[in-house]
């Protein structure tokens, strides 16, 4: 009974900031490693950031500095801070976990830098 959902996307202008959201159910977020990854039309999912259940995050080079990866336990909710956003962001976003050899995800959120 694993479910993801994301929510938080939309237009904004390149330099501009977005926070994305993804609810999650039972206690995924606290026990398990979170991942965010974005796909943009024509190319392969890549991953963005991840955060352990002991806090220790990481991000792809290409957003570090920019991003930031958080959580709320008592929320089960897993967030994704963008600053600074640039057209190469576009992309639809997704939550994901891997729990007993299987990768679960959320049904994405699109997120669209132009102006």
């Known amino acids: 009974q694993v479910q993801l959902m994301e929510s938080g996307g939309g237009l904004v202008q390149p330099g501009g900031s977005l926070s994305l959201s993804c609810a999650a159910s039972g206690s995924l977020v606290s026990r398990n490693a979170m991942k965010w990854y974005r796909q943009a039309p024509g190319k392969q999912r890549e991953l963005v950031a991840r955060?352990?259940?002991?806090?220790?995050?990481y991000y792809t080079d290409s957003v570090k500095g920019r991003f930031t990866i958080s959580r709320d336990n008592a929320k089960n909710t897993l967030y994704l801070q963008m600053n600074s956003l640039k057209s190469e962001d576009t992309a639809v976003y997704y939550c994901?976990?891997?729990?007993?050899?299987?990768?679960?995800w959320g049904q994405g959120t699109q997120v669209t830098v132009s102006s």
């Open positions: 994901s976990v891997f729990i007993n050899a299987r990768q679960f």
């Open positions: 955060i352990n259940s002991g806090g220790t995050t």
